[in-house]
């Protein structure tokens, strides 16, 4: 891409907000995978995370940021907010409640208040990557900044 265009993203603005100090990057919003845009903006594809909604006991919904290259560990992230089971949620309750679109949820910049659960391998990293909310960015900044700016406790949730 040309020019680099910051978008409006509620993302943005909550890092914003917070203080964060980040870095926007950008790869075409057509590309397939988070494999591919981590090869296009010249990463290691374990410091993209991916931002996924999870039931805990059918009652209440947790978000989990992992790296895109791991698997969610259900038992793992239920166990780290006290509860006994989770599931993924429909992909339409993770739009409706966060405001984005599916492989664009960003863990920042929510409509609501959610817990947030963060895998604790990324503080191993410099640097991590969220979506901004958008097809084809991606925020970069310290894991501590994402952990502060989201109120996330981090946990070993990530397998694989």
């Given at each position: 891409?040309?020019?680099?265009?910051?978008?409006?993203?509620?993302?943005?603005?909550?890092?914003?907000?917070?203080?964060?100090?980040?870095?926007?990057?950008?790869?075409?919003?057509?590309?397939?995978?988070?494999?591919?845009?981590?090869?296009?903006?010249?990463?290691?594809?374990?410091?993209?995370?991916?931002?996924?909604?999870?039931?805990?006991?059918?009652?209440?919904?947790?978000?989990?940021?992992?790296?895109?290259?791991?698997?969610?560990n259900h038992?793992?992230?239920?166990?780290?907010?006290?509860?006994?089971?989770?599931?993924?949620?429909?992909?339409?309750?993770?739009?409706?409640?966060?405001?984005?679109?599916?492989r664009s949820?960003?863990?920042?910049?929510?409509?609501?208040?959610?817990?947030?659960?963060?895998?604790?391998?990324?503080?191993?990293?410099?640097?991590?990557?969220?979506?901004?909310?958008?097809?084809?960015?991606?925020?970069?900044?310290?894991?501590?900044?994402?952990?502060?700016?989201?109120?996330?406790?981090?946990?070993?949730?990530?397998?694989?």
């Open positions: 891409m040309s020019a680099l265009h910051e978008p409006d993203t509620p993302a943005i603005r909550a890092a914003r907000a917070a203080g964060v100090v980040f870095r926007l990057h950008c790869y075409p919003p057509e590309t397939p995978d988070s494999l591919t845009a981590a090869r296009l903006i010249g990463v290691e594809p374990e410091r993209i995370l991916k931002t996924l909604i999870a039931e805990i006991d059918r009652e209440r919904l947790v978000i989990a940021a992992l790296p895109v290259t791991a698997r969610l038992g793992a992230l239920a166990a780290a907010v006290d509860g006994t089971r989770s599931k993924l949620a429909p992909a339409a309750l993770a739009e409706q409640v966060t405001g984005y679109r599916l949820i960003s863990p920042l910049g929510l409509p609501m208040l959610l817990p947030i659960v963060c895998e604790a391998g990324i503080c191993d990293y410099g640097s991590v990557f969220v979506s901004v909310g958008l097809p084809g960015y991606e925020l970069e900044l310290t894991p501590a900044d994402l952990v502060r700016a989201t109120g996330a406790l981090t946990a070993r949730i990530a397998s694989g």
